[in-house]
Antibody, heavy 121, light 107 residues
Framework: QVQLRESGPGLVEPSETLSLTCSVSGGSISSYYWSWIRHPPGKGLEWIGYIFYTGSSNYNPSLKSRVTISVDTSKNQFSLTLTSVTAADTAVYYC???????????????WGPGTLVTVSS | DIQMTQSPSSLSASVGDRVTITCRASQSTSSYLNWYQQKPGKAPKLLIYAASSLQSGVPSRFSGSGSGTDFTLTISSLQPEDFATYYCQQTYSAPFTFGQGTRLEIK
């Protein structure tokens, strides 16, 4: 059974950098696409971006200038970095797997439990 | 960006009812449309992918239909565990956008 778990600071100061890691267990990170999705309080779900295990990535244009997603296959982890955060970046952040293998399918079968990140001084 | 609009935003129903939730896209998404269920404090759960394919392990009372811009999620006979929020998501073109959600409540 594949399991994902997000980790990182729950509180980030405005203008600083948000960094989260998703650890994958019960399966290999190889041969799949992996995404970050967030859910701001009282708003809808927002896809942030994805990365393939080879390092190929794609980001939401609304966040592209501030987002980097990276992968570490040796640790079976992938990470999210979001720079210059504001209160609008306060959200529950999820990592998730696309099950379709080498072809991006865009849907997500395994999700982490989510982690709340609050941007505040 | 493709805008996804769900209706209704909220819905009250009883156990055993047949329920239909609609999702409309601002432009065609072919059959690149997925449905998720989310309960409070939990991650979304994939129900339907590619408009009508039932995810493994999901009860057969859930079904999806549609193509182009108009899609529906149907629950044939509501069970107590089905009361949750439901989201559609298009994966036709980036950014892969979600609907605003439909909250299904007990009548």
């Amino acid at each position: 059974q594949v399991q994902l778990r997000e980790s990182g600071p729950g509180l980030v100061e405005p203008s600083e950098t948000l960094s989260l890691t998703c650890s994958v267990s019960g399966g290999s990170i190889s041969s799949y696409y992996w995404s970050w999705i967030r859910h701001p309080p009282g708003k809808g779900l927002e896809w942030i971006g994805y990365i393939f295990y080879t390092g190929s990535s794609n980001y939401n244009p609304s966040l592209k200038s501030r987002v980097t997603i990276s992968v570490d296959t040796s640790k079976n982890q992938f990470s999210l970095t979001l720079t210059s955060v504001t209160a609008a970046d306060t959200a529950v952040y999820y990592c998730a797997r696309d099950p379709t293998g080498a072809t991006w399918g865009g849907y997500f079968d395994y999700w982490g439990p989510g982690t709340l990140v609050t941007v505040s001084s | 960006d493709i805008q996804m609009t769900q209706s209704p935003s909220s819905l009250s129903a009883s156990v055993g009812d047949r329920v239909t939730i609609t999702c409309r896209a601002s432009q065609s998404t072919s059959s690149y449309l997925n449905w998720y269920q989310q309960k409070p404090g939990k991650a979304p759960k994939l129900l339907i992918y590619a408009a009508s394919s039932l995810q493994s392990g999901v009860p057969s009372r859930f079904s999806g239909s549609g193509s182009g811009t108009d899609f529906t999620l149907t629950i044939s006979s509501l069970q107590p565990e089905d009361f949750a929020t439901y989201y559609c998501q298009q994966t036709y073109s980036a950014p892969f956008t979600f609907g605003q959600g439909t909250r299904l409540e007990i009548k």
